[in-house]
């Protein structure tokens, strides 16, 4: 089934109630966002445009953003939701590896974009014209799709220099709104979903069981973080929920705690996509109250492997409460999780392996890519790449990663992008980047640099900003002699870590763990 049956429902049932908001006004009603996705999906029909063809997004959190999708989605097209921090080269890549015919932008983002891709530039301003080009009266029905059509497709960061796109079926989606509602939180018509977290990644996966069950979805006034603006949405909208990696739940804890912001329009705040320091969590829990829950996932079964709910969390007086609040939580009731060593044999309790997931959300493949897929899936297990340990009551503990993950602000850098970026600089001869704690944005990346020729932190910032995104590049820079390997010339990142935290002294070496 496709999904925007959901929005031609609750255009019907629900026609009146709020449907999108901004700030504290209303944009759209359930039965105008239903007409505006039904035009647009007439508009890109008349275009050209075919069910199944991909259509990219790439703008900033906006009203218009959630109308692109559902119009995309009720013409039976395939959104790439693309994270708005990106390099304008870096959205082109994804782009032309999706097949993308459209990409719907903001002013900022086609000033980023026209260089690389000129001619599928649509602005947001033209929507009207897509629209108007339709004619058509009144709601066309949606397109029919299939249960294993795709409905998005979501591009990972790459770890080998190239992104890879989560196949997201139509399925998938239901599914994963459906886990919300039934482990995370319930939905009632009018509840609210605040997105202070971009629409491309999990909070744009949130926003489903809204519409599903006719919530609305507010986007703040303010482009980034406004921690007292949140607060004030939460109070206006009431029974309002959102996502939020750790390093904002504690901005959020810090300006709760000096500012005494009203609470009772809270719901529940979901973190997730890195760990949480135990001090930092009880900080949050002291300032935030009983608001808190927490998920793992990751694209390839997004937001949706374990949940540690509220429940959960405020059980105190549970004897294992401490170590269950340290984990992730159990299995979300869509999946099945599972601890296998390298050979794929299931380990008992407590012994540490790889995270391996199957159900109803894990996605389809990665696009065009059988091979990488077929390394992913086996037996219909998603092999996670990350390392942990179930206990006798089904509560994961998240130990390490296979994958040298860095989570900086809540987003994902994969070192090896990095560093290839780097050795194309000509002075650079090797180089290795990892991860270190930082108190602002949970982690920062150094890179340990080899040099060929004089080259200065300036010279080298200036080259990553000039080919990835700002968030991605190394905040400290190392010039070294040689880099630590092991016989097999690897280069041996334990010991760089190791370096890095005597350099940091009060520090705790790099944890890794998960991401979404």
Same mark, same amino acid.
């Given at each position: 089934?496709?999904?925007?049956?959901?929005?031609?429902?609750?255009?019907?049932?629900?026609?009146?109630?709020?449907?999108?908001?901004?700030?504290?006004?209303?944009?759209?009603?359930?039965?105008?966002?239903?007409?505006?996705?039904?035009?647009?999906?007439?508009?890109?029909?008349?275009?050209?445009?075919?069910?199944?063809?991909?259509?990219?997004?790439?703008?900033?959190?906006?009203?218009?953003?959630?109308e692109a999708l559902w119009g995309a989605w009720w013409g039976g097209l395939v959104v790439v939701p693309i994270n708005a921090r990106l390099h304008g080269r870096e959205a082109a890549w994804i782009l032309g590896h999706s097949g993308a015919q459209r990409v719907v932008v903001d002013a900022a983002h086609a000033e980023e974009l026209?260089?690389?891709?000129?001619?599928?530039?649509?602005?947001?301003?033209?929507?009207?014209?897509?629209? +108007?080009?339709?004619?058509?009266?009144?709601?066309?029905?949606?397109?029919?799709?299939?249960?294993?059509?795709?409905?998005?497709?979501?591009?990972?960061?790459?770890?080998?220099?190239?992104?890879?796109?989560?196949? +997201?079926?139509?399925?998938?989606?239901?599914?994963?709104?459906?886990?919300?509602?039934?482990?995370?939180?319930?939905?009632?018509?009018?509840?609210?979903?605040?997105?202070?977290?971009? +629409?491309?990644?999990?909070?744009?996966?949130?926003? #489903?069981?809204?519409?599903?069950?006719?919530?609305?979805?507010?986007?703040?006034?303010?482009?980034?973080?406004?921690?007292?603006?949140?607060?004030?949405?939460?109070?206006?909208?009431?029974?309002?929920?959102?996502?939020?990696?750790?390093?904002i739940v504690n901005r959020l804890a810090a300006h709760a705690a000096a500012h005494q912001p009203p609470l009772d329009g809270l719901a529940t705040i979901v973190y997730g996509g890195a760990p949480m320091y135990q001090a930092d969590f009880e900080a949050a829990r002291a300032a935030l109250g009983p608001h808190l829950a927490q998920?793992?996932?990751?694209?390839?079964?997004?937001?949706?492997?374990?949940?540690?709910?509220?429940?959960?969390?405020?059980?105190?007086?549970?004897?294992?409460?401490?170590?269950?609040?340290?984990?992730?939580?159990?299995?979300?009731?869509?999946?099945?999780?599972?601890?296998?060593?390298?050979?794929?044999?299931?380990?008992?309790?407590?012994?540490?392996?790889?995270?391996?997931?199957? %159900?109803?959300?894990?996605?389809?493949?990665?696009?065009?890519?059988?091979?990488?897929?077929?390394?992913?899936?086996?037996? %219909?297990? +998603?092999?996670?790449?990350?390392?942990?340990?179930?206990? %006798?009551?089904?509560?994961?503990?998240?130990?390490?990663?296979?994958?040298? #993950?860095?989570?900086?602000?809540?987003?994902?850098?994969?070192?090896?992008?990095?560093?290839?970026?780097?050795?194309?600089?000509?002075?650079?001869?090797?180089?290795?980047?990892?991860?270190?704690?930082?108190?602002?944005?949970?982690?920062?990346?150094?890179?340990?640099?080899?040099?060929?020729?004089?080259?200065?932190?300036?010279? =080298?910032?200036?080259?990553?900003?000039? =080919?990835?995104?700002?968030?991605?590049?190394?905040?400290?820079?190392?010039?070294?002699?040689?880099?630590?390997?092991?016989?097999?010339?690897?280069?041996?990142?334990?010991?760089?870590?190791?370096?890095e935290d005597a350099q940091t002294p009060g520090q705790p070496a790099v944890s890794e763990g998960n991401s979404e």
């Amino acid at each position: 089934m496709n999904l925007a049956l959901w929005l031609q429902r609750n255009a019907r049932i629900h026609a009146g109630r709020p449907a999108i908001g901004q700030g504290t006004r209303v944009t759209h009603r359930y039965l105008d966002l239903a007409d505006s996705a039904s035009r647009l999906a007439a508009g890109w029909r008349a275009q050209g445009l075919q069910p199944g063809d991909r259509i990219g997004l790439f703008m900033a959190n906006a009203p218009a953003y959630v109308e692109a999708l559902w119009g995309a989605w009720w013409g039976g097209l395939v959104v790439v939701p693309i994270n708005a921090r990106l390099h304008g080269r870096e959205a082109a890549w994804i782009l032309g590896h999706s097949g993308a015919q459209r990409v719907v932008v903001d002013a900022a983002h086609a000033e980023e974009l026209k260089p690389h891709l000129p001619d599928a530039v649509v602005l947001v301003d033209d929507l009207s014209q897509v629209r +108007l080009r339709a004619g058509a009266e009144g709601l066309e029905p949606p397109v029919e799709r299939g249960e294993d059509d795709p409905g998005w497709l979501f591009y990972t960061s790459g770890t080998t220099g190239r992104p890879k796109g989560v196949t +997201l079926t139509q399925r998938n989606l239901r599914w994963a709104a459906m886990a919300y509602v039934a482990s995370v939180q319930s939905v009632e018509p009018g509840d609210t979903c605040l997105h202070p977290a971009p +629409l491309s990644h999990g909070s744009g996966l949130y926003h #489903l069981a809204y519409v599903m069950n006719a919530g609305v979805n507010v986007i703040p006034l303010s482009s980034t973080l406004d921690e007292a603006e949140l607060f004030a949405l939460a109070a206006h909208w009431r029974r309002a929920s959102f996502f939020a990696a750790p390093t904002i739940v504690n901005r959020l804890a810090a300006h709760a705690a000096a500012h005494q912001p009203p609470l009772d329009g809270l719901a529940t705040i979901v973190y997730g996509g890195a760990p949480m320091y135990q001090a930092d969590f009880e900080a949050a829990r002291a300032a935030l109250g009983p608001h808190l829950a927490q998920i793992y996932g990751q694209g390839e079964s997004p937001m949706t492997i374990s949940v540690l709910p509220r429940a959960v969390i405020e059980d105190r007086g549970h004897p294992r409460w401490t170590h269950r609040v340290a984990s992730v939580g159990y299995a979300q009731p869509m999946v099945e999780i599972s601890i296998r060593d390298a050979e794929g044999r299931v380990l008992p309790h407590g012994e540490p392996g790889e995270v391996c997931v199957r %159900g109803e959300v894990v996605m389809a493949g990665y696009w065009s890519q059988p091979e990488a897929t077929a390394a992913a899936i086996r037996d %219909g297990w +998603l092999w996670t790449g990350d390392i942990g340990r179930l206990d %006798g009551d089904g509560f994961l503990t998240l130990l390490d990663r296979s994958k040298d #993950l860095v989570i900086c602000g809540g987003n994902n850098v994969y070192p090896r992008e990095v560093e290839e970026v780097l050795l194309q600089h000509p002075a650079v001869a090797e180089v290795a980047v990892i991860g270190r704690p930082d108190p602002q944005w949970g982690e920062a990346l150094v890179a340990y640099v080899v040099r060929r020729s004089a080259v200065d932190e300036a010279s =080298l910032d200036a080259h990553c900003l000039s =080919l990835i995104a700002r968030y991605k590049r190394p905040k400290a820079y190392r010039f070294v002699d040689g880099l630590p390997k092991n016989n097999y010339g690897k280069v041996l990142k334990t010991e760089l870590r190791r370096q890095e935290d005597a350099q940091t002294p009060g520090q705790p070496a790099v944890s890794e763990g998960n991401s979404e």
